[in-house]
């Protein structure tokens, strides 16, 4: 299948009054049309501002970003006002994504017009079927924000962007401050979406349970570096980077009969500001050698189980030789 | 060696309503729990379910108004914690019970250096000078993984994960007897989170402390605590062992809660969540509260009161379905 | 796609659900809120009065606020003139009720004068940033390095006496606190997310400026406005006082007071009514200002 999206090296800097914060650096990653590619890592691993990135909602230091096969990493303001039609994105905070001033009705009205998906005369019919499409109980079409919960919230969030009429959205944590039997509903509903539309997500989120069920493909970044990515059973099964592994041990699971094997990272994230070339996890890993100072590059380690790791082959020795 | 197996807690009956511009918000409904000197209860439910309040209850530390304590007792050792006065209670807070907050960035003060909050608690509760209470501080930041020599800095200079090691380190540095810890991991990353719980755990172990952990995932109940008790809108609805409730849950909103989980070792297709939203507290529904969501709702469900079923030992369900079956044994 | 073969996907449904949310007339509803507060209500009510009678001076007065009638001068207040007359015979009460017009002209024309080009002012500032947002900081800065009162003389000094020249000389010195609140509201409200999201669907820029922002950052506006008419006010009779702004036969109340300053010994009413007026009018302005601060913020509608 043709990647619908795809981004090439990809950098967003920002300028600090201590120095350049790399938010995301060279970071490779490739879309496919109809599916859903999980993004996941810890705080500060630039997984918002890759999405934000890719929508143009910042502007990219470097690197090239692609969509269906065009180049858009600089776009006027003309391209960039169609390209906003295909490429929507849903927040994580469901109260501060929308304008507390604003009814039901008032927040989809305006993306319907501009998209060109209604107008004047066919609004009122285009925002019910909106409301019914993403599962608003019509008689909430006046409320305010304040009036309902996280879970009606995130629904309005999200017909938001499908008003445009988008082809890819970015999820960004997008049921992460909702409740644990909202999450669930507001997940059916995109996946439900996702089959009904074509569309394509990138999720982003700090949910390994989320990202495993929704996901086709996963990424796993730390620090802006992408360290992993392959199909989405794969990454459970076979984790091959040391990050990767802490990470999926250090999550608490509801399944009491399994041990797990807890690999406790030791120490505090680095600072991405003026950091150093080469792995940025290195000075937490307990395999780092002094080849992990030089920058990696993401190799393709199995097939289509791609690791930026020098010593990937040693550290992940006893599951690579499960695989052969 | 044995442990004395009497409960350290009790909390009876407790039942706590918030007014509002004249509406009466029943935030707890009579609420009973049992904890004993050592073990880790935790108190499951989602938002708005009463948990905080519980807390809040216990360390008599509720803003009232709008709160207020309508009934109940809370027992802790032979002391009722409702009759003490405010005199006794401030002895106690702190020392012998210690709570742990939510939220890492704002329960700190962030004009305060962290060695200073951790000494005064110290000296406020023993009777140590101002250099013995220094150095206890400084021990309890090693033993929370912190180098001793950041004694002097200030909040904002420690990361989320730092901070609420902090946090820990105040409320167990007066050694208390039972740590109540709300929520204590969720603004935490998960591989902090894993350091955090790790460390509550050893440190429990370490003093024989009893905590009451409240919290939303159940993940984390898995991992730490001996039993559990779930909560929905204001009421205890299922309580039992940590093992009754991971492998053998009763109530439907239980089962609805694991449901709603992406499981990590389940390849599910697709989510089971439960229909519905949680009822406004001040408006809840007759008989009982969950028979509106209720895929097992029958009709003496929306107005018999449900009291707590035993369904054998320590494993307790409020749910009609089960009264017929426990009576149907009986018989 | 309704997905009426899984209702249990969704949390909502159509049907056995309370009555509909109607969508509230704003104003009715700031209306009802502002109504619990009594005192709120008794300064809105008060400024309402004051108005009424400025409109309808006229009808309730048959002396003309000029008329001299040396004869009757300083007399105190009686059965014909209810607050007597001043040191040239006219009558107080018709000054009061005429002086209630140039009081609100200026109080009220000074002060939407100034919000307005505070607004556009703070609006670029806010959104954009950069050159533009320094410029125009510093600008108000150095407005606001003059104390108000001391701006306001100057300016009432260079442009001479008279109703028009008062005005702008008051409104100016309101400009940069406008400007100053607007930016800052936009400031933070530029940050949340909606406005991303309003970004991300198409907005234009004035879009974004005035429709998604602006009606987020006009509550503690509004507030500091109705109360900075009483401030302004007051302002304007100080500088009637000391014989800048509006000047006799003009019936400022101001004015009035400077005038009655030399023989308060003799004739303390007429120091009293006009000094009244002002006190009560701008603290029922203020009460006002308050209630409806708390009556605007909709995250408190139940």
Known sequence: MAALVEIKKLQKYFDTPRGKLHAVDNVTMSFEQGKTMGVVGESGCGKSTLGRTIIHLLESTGGQIFFEDNDITHVDNRELKKLRESMQIVFQDPFSSLNPRYTVEDTLKEPLLRSGQADRKTLSAEITKLMDMVGIARRMRMAYPHEMDGGRRQRVAVGRALAMNPKFIVCDEPVSALDVSIQAQVLNLMQDLQEEYGLTYMFVTHDLSVVRYISDEISVMYLGQLVETCGSEELFERSLHPYTRALLSAIPSVDITKKIERVLIKGEITSPINPKPGCRFASRCPHASEACEAPQALEEVLPGHFVSCCRVKEVSADTLSTVN | MSIKNESFLKVDNLIVEYTSDGQIIHAVNGVSLELQKGKTLGLVGETGAGKTTIAQSILRILPDPPAKIRSGDIWLEDKNIMEMSEHELRKIRGAKVAMVFQDPMTALNPTMRIGTQIADGIRLHTGLSKSEANERAMKMLEMVGIPRDRFREFPHQFSGGMKQRVIIAIALSCNPDLLLADEPTTALDVTIQAQVLELINQLKHEKNTAMLLITHDLGVVAETCDDVAVIYAGEIIEYGSREEIFLDAKHPYTLGLFGSLPNMSDGASRLAPIKGQTPDPSDLPTGCKFHPRCPKAIEECSSENVEMITLNGTHQCRCLNYKMLVAGREK | ?302
């Open chain 3, 1 to 302: 796609m309704h997905n009426e073969s899984n209702p249990v996907a969704y949390a909502d449904s159509n049907t056995g659900m309370p009555e509909k949310i109607k969508k509230q007339n704003q104003l009715l509803e700031v209306m009802k809120r502002l109504n619990k507060n009594k005192l709120a209500m008794a300064g809105m009510i008060i400024f309402i009065l004051f108005v009424v009678v400025a409109i309808l001076a006229p009808i309730l007065t048959q002396y003309n606020y000029a008329a001299m009638d040396v004869l009757s001068k300083n007399q105190s207040p009686s059965a014909e003139h209810w607050c007597g007359t001043d040191d040239l015979g006219r009558d107080i009460f018709a000054r009061l009720l005429y002086g209630a017009r140039y009081s609100l002209a200026l109080g009220v024309s000074a002060v939407v004068i100034g919000l307005i080009v505070g607004i556009i002012l703070g609006c670029i500032a806010g959104f954009f940033g950069g050159i533009l947002e320094e410029i125009i900081m510093r600008l108000c800065d150095i407005m606001q390095s003059i104390p108000s009162i001391l701006l306001a003389i100057i300016i009432s000094a260079a442009l001479g006496n008279g109703l028009f020249n008062t005005i702008i000389a008051l409104s100016i010195g309101r400009i940069p606190f406008t400007c100053r609140m607007v930016r800052a509201q936009f400031l933070s409200q530029r940050k949340l997310e909606y406005v991303e999201a309003a970004q991300a669907t198409n907005s234009s820029k004035a879009a974004l400026m005035f429709k998604q922002i602006l009606p987020n950052a006009i509550s503690p506006i509004i507030v500091a406005t109705t109360m900075g008419i009483g401030g302004t006010i007051t302002m304007a009779a100080g500088l009637s006082y000391i014989g800048l702004g509006v000047q006799s036969p003009s019936p400022e109340w101001g004015a009035m007071l400077s005038a009655a300053k030399g023989v308060m010994r003799y004739y303390p009413y007429q120091l009293l009514f006009p000094g009244l007026c002002i006190a009560i009018f701008v603290l029922a302005l203020n009460l006002f200002g308050d209630g409806l601060r708390d009556a605007l913020d909709p995250k408190l509608r139940n």
